[in-house]
């Protein structure tokens, strides 16, 4: 084990992970520094990847390099296409992994990257030189020395077990809390907040009734995950998730013991998940609902174990037993381990820069829940930004930073940094402005750029992809200058739709816009298009049917890239600039935004400020463009 390293990344969870890989992939000597070797990749809560939002997050990651959608493909044991019969601006993948492979998978992975060296050990304290990061102290008391620090340790910062009223500290059950680290932090100055998550229990299949439930089988063939998996092999073991629902009489037992409950005993203050809320939860905020889903999700192919996803809880272990088995399929269960809530650490994120490096001190990074995230995804996005963050930061270069409408990943930063959380963040759909155009489907393309200029994809596969988009615009090239004749041939086609009747000649791509027309049908209009992939096809048929919101989207994004480009000088004075309010200036120097769309973002700055802001900068630039001419 060396002394010193250029990076060192503190955690083996979905962020530390992603964070210490590509660090080390963009030639950094890393350090992975976690409490226990065969804990690396250990899914915390329901083993499953992607999902609303989430899908979205995993693919980008992949583009970048990154190993999350890999392992998801090599170890899934469900896949679906959520929200398939929509369009493809909300379409999100999810799979069900091998908890116990994913695992294996990514400990192998981390095992044998290059650069890269772990230690099983404890940072009990960050090193400063001034205000940088110099290293990290220990709890066996070894130093190491780095010129990059990543601390991405999830619920083990000052972590809390809750279970009625037991308490007990903890990152994971019967796994330490790390209170040594938060208290280090609290020493450089940097504010603790508190939120909380949980899990349900783990049941065994073998006890669990499945007759009597709906059965949710994977989608055939399965679309894998990463754009560096060709298909999933036929080979691969798929399982089927069953669906259950709570009664009145699981409610009645829950309200009974609402008081044993540790959130709302009082045990508990911290701020819970609003979107993946415990089963009290849902019996508080939505009293009128006679019944709940249970997503009943298998954990394994060696394993009997199952998952009841809706069900997180915190209360007593009998009253667990008791609500449990009053719901169908479940009556005669057995409990392989009860759930619990969980307190953890957390520093507010707008405290950090756009890169994931805290304004406070340099060469320290932030990813993960300790940022006020909750789910995998967001952590791994976090994890692999830091890491090319501080890979960069290492190497004297500029950040990278993705903006709002060229990721998913830029809109889960830039929410965070700018606007920060009073609750665990979960990516959404709905918080992405420019989902017409930041889709799963082409994030090879947004982001394929940026990979291959930091070293993180091969050439071979940047070529590929130009190759793929060269194809798709000569086609929708083709589709929109291909005009077809009428024909008795043509409007057969049309009618076993069923389909209008062309009465003139048409465009491909004017008949493939009309709803109820496939690109199965154009290929039977025009054969010469028969033999494209179904990711050629998605992208095609998606960009004409679309074309005009997509036109309209991209207007909006050159707007938004207006205000963007106007950069705010590091050193800019906000006092003097008398028309802002002292609010406003105070918030300004705060946050300490990069741009004026930034500026724009923050809460309780105005439009008028913005106006002002705009006016100032201006007139500073031509200024200096003054003084040059004299000079």
């Known amino acids: 084990m060396k002394n010193h390293y250029d990076c060192i990344v503190i955690g083996g969870g979905h962020a530390g992970i992603e964070a210490a890989l590509v660090s080390s992939r963009m030639g950094c000597a890393t350090l992975m520094v976690t409490l226990f070797f065969d804990t690396i990749g250990q899914m915390s809560c329901n083993p499953a990847i992607g999902g609303v939002g989430k899908g979205q997050l995993v693919k980008e990651i992949d583009v970048l390099g990154g190993e999350m959608g890999l392992a998801a493909d090599r170890t899934g044991i469900q896949f679906r296409q959520l929200n398939a019969s929509k369009g493809s601006a909300v379409r999100s993948s999810r799979c069900q992994s091998d908890r116990k492979q994913y695992k294996l998978y990514m400990q192998d992975v981390v095992r044998h990257q290059e650069n890269l060296d772990v230690l099983e050990d404890e940072a009990i304290e960050i090193i400063l030189k001034d205000v940088k990061v110099a290293g990290i102290k220990t709890k066996k008391g070894k130093e190491i020395s780095c010129q990059a620090l990543v601390i991405a340790a999830g619920t083990f910062l000052n972590g809390r077990i809750h279970r009625g009223k037991n308490i007990t500290p903890g990152g994971r059950i019967d796994e330490p809390a790390c209170c040594a680290l938060a208290e280090s932090l609290k020493n450089m100055g940097f504010e603790l907040l508190s939120f909380k998550t949980g899990t349900p229990p783990r049941l065994d299949g073998k006890t669990i009734d499945f007759s009597s439930l709906e059965a949710q089988y994977s989608d055939n063939p399965p679309v894998p995950f990463s754009f560096r998996t060709p298909e999933i092999p036929q080979t691969q073991k798929l399982l089927a ?111 950090l820069k756009a890169s994931l490096e805290t304004k406070k001190i340099k060469g320290l990074f932030l990813a993960g829940q300790i940022n006020g995230t909750t789910g995998y995804e967001e952590a ?23 903006r709002r409408d060229e990721a998913y990943i830029g809109v889960l930063i830039d929410d965070l940094v700018t606007k920060g959380t009073e609750e665990p963040y979960r990516m959404f759909t709905s918080r992405v402005e420019y989902r017409l155009i930041v889709r799963e489907d082409n994030a090879d393309k947004r982001l394929g750029k940026y990979a291959y200029d930091l070293g993180l994809m091969s050439q071979e596969n940047y070529e590929n992809i130009q190759e793929k988009y060269k194809l798709i615009d000569n086609k929708i090239h083709y589709l929109r200058t291909k005009k077809v004749s009428v024909s008795r041939e043509v409007n057969d086609i049309l009618e076993s739709v069923p389909s209008a009747f062309l009465r003139q000649p048409a465009f491909l791509s004017d008949i493939l816009k009309r709803p109820e027309i496939n690109f199965k049908i154009i290929e039977k209009i025009d054969p010469s298009l028969k033999g494209l992939s179904s990711k050629v096809i998605e992208q095609i048929t998606y960009e004409i049917k679309y074309e005009g919101f997509i036109l309209r989207q991209q207007k909006d994004v050159e707007r938004f890239k207006y205000i963007e480009n106007i950069k705010i000088p590091a050193d800019i004075d906000y006092e003097a600039i008398p028309s802002l309010s002292k609010e406003i200036r105070q918030k300004l120097k705060t946050f300490e935004p990069m741009n004026l769309g930034q500026a724009h973002r923050i809460s309780g700055v105005t439009p008028a400020a913005i106006t002002v802001l705009m006016i100032y900068l201006k007139k500073r630039n031509e200024q200096k463009k003054e003084h040059k001419q004299y000079e």
């Open 380 to 402: 791994a996005a976090q994890g692999i930004m830091a890491g090319i963050n501080a890979a960069l930061k290492i190497k004297g270069q500029q950040p990278f930073i993705l």
């Open 241 to 351: 998730c069953h669906i259950t629902h709570t009664s009145e009489i699981t409610h009645e037992i829950i309200k009974k013991n609402m008081h044993l409950s540790p959130m709302y005993s009082g045990q508990i203050q911290s701020t819970g998940v609003r979107y993946c809320p415990s089963i009290e939860d849902k019996l508080k905020k939505f009293a009128d609902k006679k019944s709940h889903q249970v997503f009943l999700e298998p954990e394994g192919l060696d394993t009997d174990e199952y998952y009841p996803n809706g069900i997180s809880t915190g209360l007593p272990a009998e009253v667990q037993e008791e609500f449990v088995r009053s719901i169908k399929g479940l009556e005669h269960v057995t409990f392989n381990r009860y759930g619990y809530s969980i307190e953890h650490a957390v520093v507010p994120p707008t405290s």
